[in-house]
């Protein structure tokens, strides 16, 4: 069931400026909880869906991620909007932005500052699966810009979509920042990129950050920092699934591993076993044994080509407004409007 909560609740509805829809319940009850868990480490090779990364520990660990000085995705992205942003702002004209993994909205701000500075309303529609993750940040933004209205959704990325409000402005724009489509598969990117366009309207805009190809040292580095972060929002996915499913994961038992795949041209985080052991997960009737040296993948991380993705990009009525770049061409962002 679709939880709806109006803060602000003194105020008549046209003037409220935070409204919070909470899909989650709905998400997992549509689906038999801890499904994918089962078919993903009852495969071969296993598996775990990066989704459980993000209970609330892992969402502040990711956080901390992304102020590492190996983790160099965020600092540069976030260069590049503090560059380009007010060009965003000029090409898009007034504009509402929904943003895909939100987070603590961070690079948001920059995007936000832009608009404002150039007179237009501001209007931000955040997406996560953390609804406390939604709340705390929407309060702090609502505080720092007194005219921006918020409505946010806790939920996953397509059934948040296909649940937005009506547009209120005269365009909107969907940013999917921080490099994350690059965790989907080929084939996962298709369809997500397939929805997100039948999403927008024509002369709507997608605002897309990608991590591009680089030196295979930076790129391990970045997902195996010498402080251990990396290491810890790993290993707390199988925290979230003790918690979740009453499992017996033993973090001690496993330990995170993070390589480079240069025929795929992608990063790949896995948790290696390093014992013979077998794990309960109770609440999903399943048990899993593991020899040492067993890993189970967790994440994969894609880099990217720009000429490639703009052709992908084409094929779903998506053209090109602009690409920007840093200097070393580490990271892109890219912005385009839906064609009718």
């Known amino acids: 069931m679709l939880e709806e909560q109006q803060l602000e609740g003194q105020q008549p509805k046209e003037k409220q400026k935070l409204t919070i829809s ?32 993000y209970d609330q520990q892992g969402s502040q660990l990711f956080e901390q991620i992304c102020e590492l000085p190996e983790y160099y995705p965020t600092r540069t992205e976030t260069a590049i909007l503090r560059e380009n942003g007010r060009a965003i702002a000029q090409a898009t004209g007034p504009c509402e932005i929904v943003e895909l993994g939100s987070g603590s909205s961070t690079k948001t701000r920059i995007l936000l500052d832009a608009y404002q500075q150039a007179g237009y309303p501001l209007r931000y529609l955040p997406i996560d699966v953390s609804d406390t993750m939604l709340t705390e940040t929407a309060e702090k933004l609502l505080q720092e810009y007194p005219q921006l209205s918020i409505h946010a959704i806790a939920s996953t990325y397509e059934p948040a979509l296909k649940a937005l409000p009506k547009k209120q402005l005269p365009a909107r724009m969907i940013a999917f920042l921080g490099s994350t489509i690059g965790n989907l598969l080929p084939e996962e990117c298709d369809k997500f990129l397939a929805s997100t366009s039948e999403t927008l309207e024509a002369g709507d805009y997608f605002l897309l950050g990608i991590d ?16 251990g972060v990396t290491a810890a929002f790993n290993l707390n996915m199988l925290q979230h699934l003790n918690q979740r499913f009453r499992g017996n994961f033993d973090l001690e038992n496993f330990s995170h591993v993070a390589k480079y795949n240069k025929q795929e041209s992608q990063v790949e985080m896995y948790l290696e076993s390093m014992m013979a052991q077998t794990v309960r997960l109770e609440d999903l009737d399943l048990t899993v044994a593991f020899e040492k040296g067993d890993r189970i993948l967790s994440e994969i991380s894609r880099k990217l080509n720009l000429q490639e993705m703009s052709s992908v990009l084409s094929r779903h009525k998506l053209t090109i407004v602009n690409n920007f770049t840093d200097t070393k061409q580490w990271f892109g962002l890219l912005l385009y409007q839906r064609v009718a």
């Open 212 to 227: 591009l190809q680089k030196e295979i040292s930076i790129l391990e580095a970045a997902y195996d920092d010498s402080k």
């Open 22 to 53: 909470n899909l989650m319940e709905s998400v997992s009850s549509s689906e038999k909880p801890g499904q994918d868990v089962v078919i993903g480490l009852s495969s071969n090779p296993r598996y775990l869906p990066p989704k459980y990364f």
